[in-house]
């Protein structure tokens, strides 16, 4: 604040005139002195010095004029000279008002800080003793501001936080740095409070003391600590929540259930199941579960020891407990709260061993919680505390409650999940080949994997289909879904396989059919089938193998290599097609002549697919690993074995997919000779047809078949030449009976149709009633009529 000084002859003349005064009006002195007041006045009116009666000081406002032109309002205090000789002379002293009320409103303020505010506000001297304290910091610590003026906080506060803030408020004076929100505990004890502290300097910087605001933050803190203890429940709500949603397995849940209570909630946790819910078995109701067998699924512990073993003991069995808090639990579904390690003891029973395991391990309080789903009790959680660990309370209750519902409601649907999961795997089981048939000069192995237990049963399946005429046909599927509705279709499509494999058509005809069949096979008409399939037809007695494939993975074939002489694996190219479901697709097929001895393998996704890499990488990973461990001797259950255990070795425990794996060795039947002719279409055929039948059986020892064989070979070759300008063809094969096959151009068979008169055109009426078997099938340009004849000494 600027105090101008101007002295005044008693006439109004100036005769002083200060540097501040000059600073404040923007009058040199040279041209204020010995001037009159008057010249400064606004409006030229002379002032007067007149005391009040009583006073020697005049005091009042006074209106001067700025150099620049404008008034300045001035506070003037103003006193006549005492002396003899300066009694002449008026001394005033001037301040602007503007800044003297901005000085009072300052004033003001800190006497209202000190009077009226709610914090505690306390004014240190450099030598850091209290030189001022306000009314609140009193209340606050308790303690009258007048026994503590002149004092330093060593001497008011205890000795602990005493010797902190004193050292806080050296390094304050010091430094300059500002304290601020220091969080010590009350004076007392028994609250909290936040304290900042600032150096006081004066106007030329220097430190002159520290001042400290207090603030009492107990309320702050219990609220704070409120909201923390609700995040940590939240946090423990959503950690159990995420930890318990991808688990499908009751026992997991369990243990995990337990390890996420352990440290964060309680000290020891156990979960018990119903034992008859461990089974599979429907959970009975509340009413009449006294009697119930609990199994100790998960358990989980602060520490470890004789105690512990006592009261948590995976897979022990807990009979009937008559009495106690766990039997009341179980049989009403209320929770239980004991809070005093008295009533953990009463509630448990006396006697009970547990009761002296828990008093060692100093557990004070339990929770007991049902777990509850859908209406009924499916078992216990139990949680405790021990040592100096705060007792259970009832939010801690209400919270354990919502962690038991949400754990129920994660074992209720593993338990649900587990049923319909064995329910489709019995279901698709039944659907397989329970065993494969034998076929001469075919060697089979397979191998079916479920998924694992957290995934879906899906629809993969095989099958081995014997064929007239020693023929066998192979087949892998997998349709697409899972659970049981994949299961019902894979056992529809491989029913229908199977039909039409009896039906001796080629594999292109049978996918044809099949996914003709779609619509019938697929549950609904908003959920039509699509699955994938490859189909294929050996022939032992040729050594040709027909292939076609719906949209699968390619077959692989494994054979000697002429180049090398070891074994290569190929993943074999057939005509491209869609899966089975869709309209409008054509199938074709692909002929192989397969080396004797060669394997064929078939399998569906679950063998070679991975997440992070190609279809094509998987395969090629088959085949490399087949040309290796495979040869002329290896056993089709070692391949199966050992193509697992490379490419899926943990499927034994359950795969991430379904695996369905079909490997046969291709060869020809032991001991079986083969004869074959091609007759051109002319008069002769027929004779001749008959003649080659007989000689050659006469040659193999069969002279008992020669008149059935030469009658029935005669029938189907004289049909086939009235139907067919081009040759025909007659094959035979003597192994574990007599079969004949007849090979004509033309693509349309015909039924028994001739009359008991017709010469020479009863054909098929005739084959059926003289052979063992018959059939036809069609290939793309040709029909064969095939029987077959029981061999001499046999049963018909």
Partial sequence: MRVGTVLLTVDGDIALWSPMAEEILGWPDDRAVGRPLTDFTPDGRAWAFEPAPGERHWRGTLSLRHRDGHPVELACRAARLTGAEDSRFILANLVETSRMAAVEQDLAAVDALFTASPLGVALFDAEQRYTR???????????????????????????????????????????????????????????????????????????????????DITERLEAMSRVEHARQRLALLDDVGT????????????????RALIHRFGDYASVEILKSVVRGEEP?????????????????????????????????????????????????????????????????????????????????????????????????????????????????????????????????????????????????????PRALPAVAGVEVGHRYLPGATGTEIGGDWFDVIPLAGGRVAFVVGDATGHGLRAAAIMGRLRTAARTLAGLELAPAEVLRRLNDLGADIAQHPDDPLLATCVYAAYDPATGICAL???????????????????????????????????????????????????????????????????????????????????????????????????????????????????????????GQRVASWTFPAEREMVHRARRAVAETLRGWGLDALTETARLLVGELVTSAGRHAPDPVRVRMAYGGSLLIEVTDPVNVSRGPTAAPDDDGGRSLALVARESRGWGTRRGAVDKTVWFELDLPGEPP
């Fill in 284 to 432: 009975r109701p509340i009413g009449e579960l006294a009697d119930a067998t609990l199994i100790q699924l998960g358990t989980a512990a602060k520490e470890h020891g004789p105690a512990v073993a006592t009261i948590l003991r995976p897979d022990r069995d807990i009979g009937s407990q008559p009495g106690t808090v766990f039997e009341t639990v179980l049989t009403t579904g209320v929770p239980h709260l004991a809070e005093t390690p008295e009533a953990v003891a009463a509630g448990v029973g006396p006697g009970d061993p547990r009761v002296a395991a828990a008093r060692d391990l100093g557990i004070h309080c339990l929770l007991t919680l049902p777990l509850r789903a859908r209406g009924t009790v499916l078992g216990l959680l139990t949680v405790s505390r021990a040592g100096k660990r705060a007792a259970f309370d009832r939010d801690d209750l209400a919270l354990a409650m919502e962690l038991a519902n949400r754990a129920a409601i994660a074992l209720d649907n593993a338990r649900l999940y587990v049923r319909e999961r064995e329910a489709a795997l019995m279901l698709q089981r039944s659907l397989l």
């Fill in 548 to 670: 076609a494939t719906a949209g699968h993975l390619p077959p692989v074939l494994v054979g000697p290599d002429p180049v090398t002489g070891g074994w290569t694996a190929t993943a074999l190219e057939l005509p491209p097609a869609t899966p089975l479901g869709l309209e409008g697709t054509s199938f074709d097929e692909r002929r192989i002549e397969v080396p004797e001895g060669a394997l064929l393998v078939l399998y569906t996704d679950g063998l070679v697919e991975n997440r992070d890499e190609d279809l094509t990488v998987g395969i090629d990973r088959l085949c490399e690993l087949l040309a290796r461990t495979t040869g002329p001797g290896t056993p089709m259950e070692d391949v199966c074995d050992g193509v697992i255990g490379a490419l899926r070795p943990h499927a034994a425990e359950g795969a991430s997919d379904d695996i369905a794996l079909l490997a046969a060795r291709l060869g020809r039947p032991p």
């Fill in 243 to 258: 930890a318990l949603g991808d688990l499908l397995d009751m026992r997991p849940i369990a243990e995990t259930l337990c």
């Fill in 133 to 215: 304290v306000n009314d609140a910091l009193s209340r606050l610590h308790g303690t009258p501001a007048e026994s503590v003026l002149g004092r330093t906080v060593l001497d008011v506060l205890p000795s602990p936080m005493a010797q902190e803030i004193h050292r806080l408020q050296r390094t304050v004076l010091r430094s300059g740095r500002s304290v601020t929100d220091l969080v010590t505990s009350s004076p007392d004890g028994r609250g909290a409070q936040s304290m900042s502290f600032g150096r006081l300097t004066d106007r030329f910087g220097h430190a002159i003391g520290v001042s400290c605001v207090v603030l």
